[in-house]
């Protein structure tokens, strides 16, 4: 694997000698790609904000403004998915927000299999810690302590000892098999505060999955949302699915979900405003299910995915060049609207000796941009596209906002050309 790294005056000397082949027009947009419709200002920080609201200057975050570009050769036989998957994974559990008096009188649990591990953590500093013997669990007929419901204890220093980020004061509780599952009633009588109980059910046969049919968009973009309740391999109607929207600033917004033929539940979102705070958006969602014999399947989700401000885009032009010693210079205009430290990568295409489409090389390349219409060149070194030739196709292309940790186009099928 090859990989140069070339400043400012080596890339100004590769691209003075290089000799123009071609202008091209990026190929048109699919309904996979993303691709900014309008541009808009990047939000400031949130420290620049306040500290402008008192009236006071205080410098953006540093920036690097030297000019990097690197390129390597990719196996043939590479992974290369232009089209990202978002993540999605199957729940097994629930949480619940309860008061001291809610848990005074008693939680209702329900249970869809034996086994169910219970944690309970205040939510309130000044809550009560509780232990094994101060809580009982009425299930199935009889009334147990915890300590005699539960085949394994843990507490805080245990828990963190075997790798678990747990809140301090956290009680967790395994129930013993032989209790089955059913509606369970969880009581402390010395409870005092606020307290989160949450259930996981390593054992159960009922799983929620939430899918977005996107990892990441752009501001006023729309996002969608299926969740799904499942037993085993088999899908089961969800009764009931409600949730929110969080920013990374923390502020919620309530969402409404519509219920499918199918059973499951769906949902849009398609946020307009940046957040003042960096970071992911996630989205909650709480479920009710059957277990198909009359009892509640209860299953908590989250998701996330990145928002980005549409603050640079892609001009459409691309012009290919035949670099010194046979290497390849694809420059891509590109339109700015904030001033930033931007970069453009992809993956050059090309055929092997058996006539195959195969994965080639790799490039990117960063600079500090300010507003208008400017260029980012994407240089193939010689070494890392020997293995290829024409015709040639630009794919996974991606334009970022490296100092905003932001994606702002990705095209799975850019460009194609026969000779540079």
Do not use: C, E, K
């Given at each position: 694997m090859n990989r140069r790294i070339l400043a400012a005056g080596v890339l100004a000397g590769?691209?003075?000698?290089?000799?123009f082949a071609g202008t091209h027009t990026l190929l048109p947009a699919t309904p996979t790609d993303m691709v900014p419709v309008a541009l808009q200002a990047a939000p400031a920080p949130a420290s620049a904000t306040a500290a402008a609201l008192a009236g006071v200057d205080i410098p953006r975050p540093h920036a690097e403004h030297q000019p990097v570009s690197v390129s390597w050769a990719l196996p043939a036989d590479a992974p290369v998915n232009p089209v990202p998957q978002p993540f999605?994974?199957?729940?097994r559990e629930y949480w619940t927000d309860v008061s001291a008096t809610e848990?005074?009188?008693g939680v209702d649990l329900p249970l869809s299999a034996p086994g169910a591990v219970i944690r309970i953590?205040?939510?309130?500093?000044?809550?009560?810690r509780l232990d094994a013997t101060g809580v009982t669990f009425r299930m199935n007929g009889q009334t147990l302590a915890g300590d005699?419901?539960?085949?394994t204890v843990g507490d805080v220093a245990s828990l963190r000892a075997a790798g678990m980020a747990v809140p301090d004061a956290s009680l967790v509780m395994q129930l013993r098999p032989e209790?089955?599952?059913g509606p369970v009633t969880l009581q402390a009588p010395n409870a005092s505060g606020r307290y989160v109980v949450h259930v996981f059910e390593p054992k159960s046969p009922f799983t929620v999955t939430a899918r977005?049919?996107?990892?990441?968009?752009?501001l006023g973009q729309r996002l969608h949302l299926d969740v799904t309740m499942k037993d085993g391999d088999r899908q089961r109607p969800l009764q009931a699915v409600g949730g929110f929207l969080r920013a990374p600033d923390g502020s919620t917004t309530l969402l409404d979900y519509r219920a499918n033929t199918d059973g499951s539940f769906s949902t849009d979102v398609a946020p307009v405003q940046p957040s003042s705070t960096p970071g992911l958006w996630e989205l909650h969602s709480f479920t009710i299910g059957d277990d198909g014999q009359?009892?509640?399947?209860r299953r908590d989700t989250t998701s996330v995915f990145a928002v980005a401000t549409p603050d640079a885009k892609l001009s459409g032009t691309a012009d290919t060049h035949r670099a010194g010693h046979h290497g390849i210079d694809i420059a891509l205009g590109v339109t700015v609207d904030s001033a930033s430290r931007f970069a453009v990568s992809g993956v050059l295409y090309g055929r092997d000796a058996k006539g195959r489409t195969v994965p080639g090389a790799f490039a990117q390349s960063a600079a500090w941009l300010t507003p208008g219409e400017r260029q980012l060149v994407l240089h193939f070194e010689p070494s890392s596209i020997a293995g290829i030739g024409a015709p040639y196709e630009l794919r996974d292309l991606r334009l970022q906002d490296q100092p905003a940790i932001s994606l702002v186009e990705r095209r799975a099928l850019a460009l194609r050309f026969d000779r540079p």
């Open positions: 590769l691209f003075a000698t290089s000799a999605a994974r199957a729940s848990m005074q009188r953590s205040p939510s309130d500093p000044r809550g009560g005699r419901a539960a085949s209790l089955g599952a977005a049919d996107r990892d990441d968009l752009l009359g009892h509640a399947v």
